[in-house]
């Protein structure tokens, strides 16, 4: 089976709750609303086609997540008429996509951060032939990954670390020297629930 589009926009309608076993769980009264793209590109893998996901790397310089891997996307503003629109504004912003070469396909569900954002996460399709300028202010690098390394159970690890006093959860994905952690992976094992039924047996 081919997951083309119209299969994405299915697996999206009925998205899992967040993971609760790595949410730790926080009250979101006073919580910061985020939009952020999860950016994926259809490529051509041998004789079949394919998705790859689109990460940015933030600059080493910024005050929270400093050099850590994550998606286009930032804090909603009170002149965005949505947050898919703060998800599209912010990307166009740090990576130079324009919003006309990206389709909204949905959306998953909200995550909280240790910084007291709520970030929801829309899933948008960019036309493979894309540009990039990169905002040297905010991001350090932009990359690709195959969608199919990222929906492979196999490459999430569940980890724990002290916080605060408290021990958390949190998933792990490798990718090269890339460590995909925090809530892009936990965003990112989301995803992989919601396309299980339709990446088994495809090539994604």
Not at 140 to 168: C, D, T, W, Y
């Amino acid at each position: 089976m081919q997951l083309t589009p119209e299969k994405l926009q299915q697996a999206l309608q009925s998205p899992k709750p967040p993971t609760a076993d790595v949410a730790n769980e926080t009250s979101i009264e006073g919580l910061t609303p985020a939009g952020v793209l999860v950016p994926l590109i259809q490529r051509q893998v041998g004789q079949h086609y394919g998705y790859h996901l689109l990460l940015t790397r933030r600059a080493h310089h910024l005050k929270h997540h400093p050099g850590q891997i994550s998606f286009p996307g930032g804090r909603h503003e009170e002149y965005d008429r949505d947050l898919a629109f703060t998800a599209l504004r912010e990307t166009y912003e740090e990576v130079g996509i324009k919003p006309s070469k990206i389709q909204i396909l949905g959306q998953l569900p909200e995550h909280t951060t240790i910084t007291n954002y709520l970030m929801t996460p829309f899933v948008g399709l960019v036309d493979h032939d894309y540009s990039l300028t990169l905002d040297q202010g905010e991001v350090a690098e932009a990359f690709e990954v195959p969608l199919s390394f990222i929906v492979n159970p196999a490459n999430h690890s569940l980890q724990s670390a002290m916080f605060q006093g408290e021990k958390r959860y949190y998933y792990s994905i490798r990718y090269h020297d890339y460590n995909i952690w925090g809530a892009t992976a936990r965003i990112l094992v989301e995803l992989s629930k919601c396309l299980a039924p339709y990446t088994h047996s495809t090539t994604a």
